[in-house]
């Protein structure tokens, strides 16, 4: 009998032995994501504020996480050509940082989108939010947005105004103020932040709505001049701007946001190793002090408070759109 309960014994302890060898590589796998630089594609052109948060937060999280995360701008379609291609990768490395007008803007926009806004991503945090400006080219001979708005409807269809596209936030934010103050002044998209700016510098555009961060460096050396702030009260870097509000449109707010989200396919041990590295970088003093610099906020809240916020946002925006009746360029 002894010789038979140590050969059990033994065949017990060698399949033990393979379980564990089998298995053992498996959770090494796991615990090793990310396994290689994380992606990070930025949905519009460079020089926005889009490409300011993403940067700002990817930088820090680089640092905790394991591995470098880089930034990819891939404009292109009002960002439906990144949000797609993110949609539908597999290499499980690969975020998309997510927008008011990706997310709460192109649903209602476009009759058919290569991407669903809630069911093929996964929210990991609200990087950021940060408020809406209000620009003219410094040569317009207005001050304030009293002025601007009696200017341009004593030249109804005379001026016009740039945003990174239509359904861009600075499309909405525009077409907002336009519908409170019932004047007429003309559209033009350009494919990205950037380039729009470059006009309105030019003299080739009278005004613009643009997120603070992207603004502050021209409104500084006066090459633009900031009539307005979205926010609800004034921007302590800017004491002597009025909001929107303040001028005769109460309850005017426009702020843009920006948030980090996965694919939704992705395993939920990565999902929350994700989501706990990237909101102990939005919410870091680095993060705080490099957007503060620019006018931004530092948000970093849950993936479920993040999920709750797009839902919010969608139901915000979609009567303003049906309304100011905004298409998608070409449409």
């Known amino acids: 009998m002894t010789p038979l309960n140590f050969n ?14 089998l298995w053992l ?8 994501w990310p396994a290689k630089p994380i992606r990070l594609v930025v949905p519009f052109a460079p020089g926005g504020s889009s490409e300011i948060v993403a940067r700002a937060v990817a930088g820090e999280m680089a640092k905790t996480i394991g591995q470098n995360v880089f930034v990819e ?4 379609a009002a960002g439906n050509i990144a949000m797609q291609e993110v949609a539908n990768s597999t290499d499980e490395h690969t975020l ?10 192109n649903p209602y926009i476009f009759a058919k989108l290569p ?20 620009v003219v080219h410094p040569d317009l001979p207005v001050k304030n947005l009293k002025e601007f708005v009696a200017y341009a409807k004593s030249k109804p269809g005379q001026l016009n105004y ?12 525009f077409e907002y ?10 559209h033009v998209p350009y494919r990205g932040t950037g380039p729009m700016l470059t006009d309105l510098m030019a003299g080739r555009l009278q005004a613009a709505s643009v997120g603070a961060p992207a603004l502050l460096p021209f409104i500084k050396a006066g090459k633009l001049r900031c009539i307005a702030t979205g926010t609800a009260q004034r921007l302590p870097q800017m004491p002597d701007v009025p909001t929107v509000a303040e001028q005769g449109y109460k309850g005017f707010e426009m702020t843009q946001w920006y948030g980090l989200l996965a694919p ?56 303003v759109i049906a309304r100011a009746e905004i298409k998608p360029e070409g449409a």
């Open 25 to 32: 590589p498996h959770v090494r796998a796991q615990a090793a």
């Open 73 to 76: 701008n891939k404009p292109g």
């Open 115 to 134: 991407y669903d806004a809630n069911r093929d991503y996964v929210p990991i945090t609200l990087v950021s939010k940060v408020p809406s400006l209000y």
């Open 264 to 319: 939704s396919k992705w395993p939920k041990a990565n999902v929350a190793k994700l989501e706990a590295e990237a909101i102990k970088a939005a919410r870091g003093s680095v993060v705080k002090e490099k957007l503060g610099q620019e006018l931004a906020l530092a948000v970093g809240n849950t993936g479920a408070e993040f999920d709750a916020f797009i839902k919010a946002e969608q139901a915000r925006w979609k009567p």
């Open 96 to 105: 998309i940082l997510g927008h008011i007008g990706t997310l709460a803007v």
């Open 8 to 21: 059990r014994r033994s065949l017990l302890t060698a399949g033990a032995a393979t379980a564990s060898s």
């Open 162 to 173: 740039g945003s990174a596209g239509n359904g861009s936030a600075g499309h909405l934010a």
């Open 177 to 186: 103020l336009k519908m409170v103050s019932e004047t007429f002044i003309l």
